[in-house]
């Protein structure tokens, strides 16, 4: 909404929109506050990642049901599945992990 549009609103209508803009923009700001020296995010490519804590496992379940379970220790990944674990390099940087069954 714009300016103009804004000015036209009775005053009850702006003093609700602004009040709804500053309790997203807290809300925003209380999404990216988590514990301290947290090394687990979620959502780590939006403008407000979410700390999850440090060394937290998190779990993945894929479309077949399949598990996977994925946390930090030291300085690698330990990644477990409920099935199966197969890797496919993407590149030197990227892979994907993906589950076969017997």
């Known amino acids: 909404m714009n300016r103009e549009q804004m000015a036209r609103l009775p ?5 609700e929109i602004e009040r709804l803009r500053r309790d997203l923009a807290d809300a925003r700001e209380r999404l990216g506050v988590g514990p301290e020296g947290s090394n687990t995010f979620a959502e780590p490519y939006s403008d407000t990642p979410r700390p999850l804590g440090t060394d937290t496992t998190v779990q993945f379940t894929t479309r077949d049901g399949t598990k996977f379970r994925v946390r930090v220790e030291g300085d690698t990944l330990d990644v477990n599945a409920d099935s199966y674990v197969a890797i496919e390099p993407r590149a030197s940087n990227d892979f994907r992990v993906g589950a076969r069954r017997p």
């Open 11 to 15: 005053q009850y209508a702006r003093q």
